[in-house]
């Protein structure tokens, strides 16, 4: 059975679906953001909604502020994993994977991989750059920051993957019976709830090209390699990075990272690169090395 009709091992009734959707959501923004909320409280901030991000940051530390930022994703998690097995009645393996058991050498190819390929981005950047980058390690909040990044951060990752390409793309998939179709519809979904994120409103709607086009590739992956794995350590490390090795003033993450990226915002070379160049060769690495059948033929789910 291939990873989209794993679905049927459970209810796929529209009743089901639209229950897991209300309380994922519903525990994300309800018991999700209550920590957030009391701790605003502890600090005699106002909880309606007026105090700004950059304000709570400062009254609660960087690696504080992340941790709570990240809480209703973890929330979330929990949610839809329990709705996968009370409400869906089928096993939670089946949100991951088409394999027996979840493939963490899979898990860890993808995350070396990107990891590599964003090691190799940023060296470039630094040194070809007129000093944007400041050395801003910090001994009493780093390792703690680390922590969190191992621990918490793929929490969060997680819980987009088998939202977006295990509930979501199983879901749709079902109705489209087309993987390709299915890919790009999860991929473009996944962009546009980007939108929300700082980096839009600082770089403009531009970057959402580059978050759809990130969602398509993992959605791509997923659908070929039957499975959340590759997609998994992709999202894990990419997510780790951006909160632990480099950052900015303006990303959705705000840490106490290694560098602290001094540049002028733009949507810039490193940017195409990932989507033209190594989006690509980290596809046809993993088609190589996992021996994925040849193109992204259109077929109807289970006659492939």
Not at 261 to 285: K, Q, R
């Amino acid at each position: 059975m291939n990873f989209i009709n794993l679905a049927k091992q459970g209810k796929t009734s529209f009743t089901s679906y639209l229950t897991t959707f209300v309380l994922v959501i519903a525990s994300m923004l309800g018991f999700g953001l209550l920590p957030y909320t009391i701790r605003l409280k502890q600090l005699g901030l106002p909880v309606d909604g007026t105090v700004s991000p950059q304000t709570a940051m400062e009254s609660m530390g960087e690696n504080q502020f992340l941790v709570l930022q990240l809480m209703p994703f973890i929330i979330a998690l929990g949610m839809l994993l329990l709705c996968i097995k009370f409400v869906h009645r089928r096993p939670i393996i089946s949100l991951f994977t088409t394999r027996k058991s979840f493939d963490w050498k899979r898990f860890f190819v993808s995350f070396s991989a990107w990891g590599i390929l964003m090691m190799t981005m940023l060296a470039i950047s630094y040194f070809s750059s007129e000093n944007t980058y400041s050395w801003n390690y910090n001994s009493e909040t780093f390792w703690f920051l680390v922590l969190i990044a191992l621990f918490v951060i793929p929490l969060q990752t997680t819980f987009e993957e088998v939202f977006f390409r295990g509930f979501l793309f199983q879901a749709t998939g079902s109705l489209f019976q087309r993987g390709l179709t299915t890919a790009l519809f999860t991929g473009i979904l996944f962009g546009l709830v980007h939108g929300a994120n700082p980096e839009v409103k600082t770089l403009g709607i531009g970057i959402l090209a580059y978050y759809i086009g990130t969602g398509i590739f993992l959605g791509l992956i997923t659908w070929k390699d039957e499975g959340l794995e590759l997609s998994m350590g992709f999202h894990a490390v990419n997510n780790i990075f951006g909160a632990v090795v480099v950052t900015n003033s303006w990303q959705v993450f705000q840490s106490d990272a290694l560098w602290i990226d001094h540049a002028i915002p733009s949507f810039g070379w490193d940017t195409l690169v990932s989507m033209l160049i190594c989006f690509p060769l980290l596809y046809l690495f993993f088609a190589k090395k996992y021996g994925w059948k040849k193109g992204l033929k259109n077929s109807p789910i289970g006659k492939e």
